[in-house]
């Protein structure tokens, strides 16, 4: 999906052409550096450092202590769930009802964000399995209990052109082709974290839209706002909301000129309405830069960013994400 760049950084153009490679993938450089570490100094067994580590994982020898601990989430809400973790029992997968869960280590834990459907039928109990290693022998035991409890979502009346509600035959089709173009971006995300920070806000404004409102389009149509509107002007602009890669860049019909950035860990974000956009597709961005201005393009009542978060196949409350930390 081409080539990536940096956008806070200008190019030195002198050392385009030796480290092409490099700045076209920058985890080439971490494969580097860890060729270098191992001729240096040889295999360490006291620090596990991985494509899924946000910092080092100490090993004490000792195999770890699993206390499965009660976590709570609601549909539609990211909450992230942990558990004190060692190098010495390296994970092989986290399931959660018979799902794969992207994890990652952190500050001496494995952490893993839990997300239900916004349509989750209630009440929801499941629990959380992970697969280690120990001295050689595979291990499975119980992680997390979740139980999913009821959000109540407001609702809102909406105005728009009925050529928004009532689609042209024309309309469907592009809808239709626009809808498997951003679900083939959304199945190639990158495994591990690109971030080392918390998630933010695109924008300090006022929240015009909240997450999961039931709305109700020309006193007629009705359906669910599975993202958060932010006031904007036309012009206003958008910052990223943390490090990632830019995997789509387009015109889209029901969010206009739009943004897809890939966080890692099935996380992407989404920006729609937008009047301009100032990122390409492989641009590696961080946390702060601009990916673009507000606008009123795709189907909208007036001009406001559109953020999304899609998590793990799943259109998600971006907010409560911004909450949950790292």
């Known amino acids: 999906m081409g080539g990536e760049r940096n956008i806070s950084q200008a190019p030195d153009r002198g050392k385009v052409f030796m480290f092409r490679g490099i700045r076209r993938n920058p985890w080439c450089l971490l494969s580097l550096w860890g060729m270098l570490v191992l001729f240096l100094g040889g295999c360490s067994s006291?620090?596990?450092?991985?494509?899924?580590?946000?910092?080092?994982?100490?090993?004490?020898?000792?195999?770890?202590?699993?206390?499965?601990?009660?976590?709570?989430?609601?549909?539609?809400?990211?909450?992230?769930?942990?558990?004190?973790?060692?190098?010495?029992?390296?994970?092989?997968?986290?399931?959660?009802?018979?799902?794969?869960?992207?994890?990652?280590?952190?500050?001496?834990?494995?952490?893993?964000?839990?997300?239900?459907?916004?349509?989750?039928?209630?009440?929801?109990?499941?629990?959380?399995f992970v697969t280690y290693t120990f001295k050689q022998q595979v291990k499975t035991k119980d992680l997390w209990h979740v139980t999913v409890h009821k959000f109540k979502y407001a609702s809102e009346r909406l105005q728009v052109d009925k050529k928004h509600i009532v689609l042209s035959p024309a309309d469907q089709q592009r809808v239709a082709l626009e809808q498997k173009k951003t679900a083939e971006v959304y199945r190639h995300g990158h495994p591990g974290p690109y971030f080392k920070t918390p998630f933010v806000r695109p924008l300090p404004s006022k929240i015009t839209s909240y997450y999961g409102r039931k709305?109700?389009?020309?006193?007629?149509?009705?359906?669910?706002?599975?993202?958060?509107?932010?006031?904007?002007?036309?012009?206003?602009?958008?910052?990223?909301?943390?490090?990632?890669?830019?995997?789509?860049?387009?015109?889209?019909?029901?969010?206009?000129?739009?943004?897809?950035?890939d966080h890692g860990l099935g996380i992407f974000s989404v920006y729609g309405h937008l009047s301009e956009i100032q990122v390409e597709v492989g641009d590696i961005v961080l946390p702060g830069d601009i990916i673009g201005l507000s606008g009123d393009t795709g189907r909208v009542s007036g001009p406001h960013l559109h953020w999304g978060l899609k998590m793990q196949g799943l259109y998600t409350d971006g907010l409560s994400l911004v909450r949950a930390g790292i």
């Not at 899924?52 to 709570?72: M, N």
């Not at 494995?110 to 109990?125: E, G, M």
Request: hydrophobic share 35%; net charge neutral.
């Open 46 to 128: 006291t620090v596990v450092h991985n494509t899924f580590t946000i910092d080092e994982l100490t090993d004490d020898g000792q195999e770890v202590k699993i206390v499965p601990q009660d976590v709570i989430t609601y549909p539609g809400k990211v909450t992230l769930a942990q558990h004190p973790w060692d190098a010495s029992s390296p994970i092989q997968g986290i399931k959660c009802d018979d799902k794969e869960i992207p994890f990652y280590y952190h500050q001496g834990a494995v952490k893993a964000y839990l997300t239900d459907s916004y349509f989750t039928k209630l009440p929801r109990h499941y629990v959380c």
């Open 215 to 261: 709305r109700i389009f020309n006193k007629g149509y009705r359906s669910q706002h599975l993202g958060t509107d932010f006031r904007a002007a036309i012009g206003t602009p958008i910052k990223n909301v943390n490090t990632g890669k830019v995997m789509l860049t387009d015109d889209l019909f029901y969010t206009g000129n739009t943004v897809i950035v």
